[in-house]
């Protein structure tokens, strides 16, 4: 993942800030402790549900957590089911059809397919793939914010 050294800093960042240690931040947030551990090293990168719990704990976009912006924007909408967002990305953007969307994005057929029926949520390496590809936030994306 690309952003995955600035997330371990930003969050690292956020939780020396809050006088917290990745323990207790994970049982704040509802995560085994050794997730944020892997977080802070390296070692993997969160899933969109646990990325937008970090980002919603210390209140400021998911874009800054990743360290994809320096802004800390505060007010954020609960996420929708990703497959209704998605079809709200393809409107909003005025694609003619799923089909044209995921193919100008290069997005996988069998996965994107998933992604519109519900059964799947994308990887952040996707849905960072779809806010660049749209030229828009992480948040956007998710439908955290107008």
């Known amino acids: 993942m690309i952003y995955l050294s600035k997330f371990s800093e930003r969050l690292k960042e956020l939780i020396y800030e809050e006088d917290l240690n990745p323990q207790r931040f994970a049982q704040k947030i509802g ?12 070692e993997r990168c969160p899933s969109i549900e646990t990325l937008v719990k970090i980002a919603d704990y210390f209140n400021c976009s998911t874009d800054y957590v990743l360290g994809i912006t320096e802004n800390t924007n505060s007010s954020f909408k609960v996420c929708p089911p990703f497959s209704k967002q998605l079809l709200y990305l393809i409107g909003f953007y005025k694609y003619p059809s799923p089909k044209s969307f995921r193919k100008d994005l290069n997005l996988s ?38």
Do not use: M
Not at 132 to 141: H, N, P, T, Y
């Open 109 to 146: 057929k069998s996965r994107f397919n998933e992604w519109l029926k519900g059964a799947r949520v994308p990887s952040l390496d996707n849905i960072i793939k779809i806010s660049e590809g749209l030229e828009c936030s992480v948040d956007f994306v998710l439908g955290r914010e107008n």
């Open 31 to 42: 995560v085994r402790p050794t997730a944020i551990t892997r977080y802070i090293n390296c």
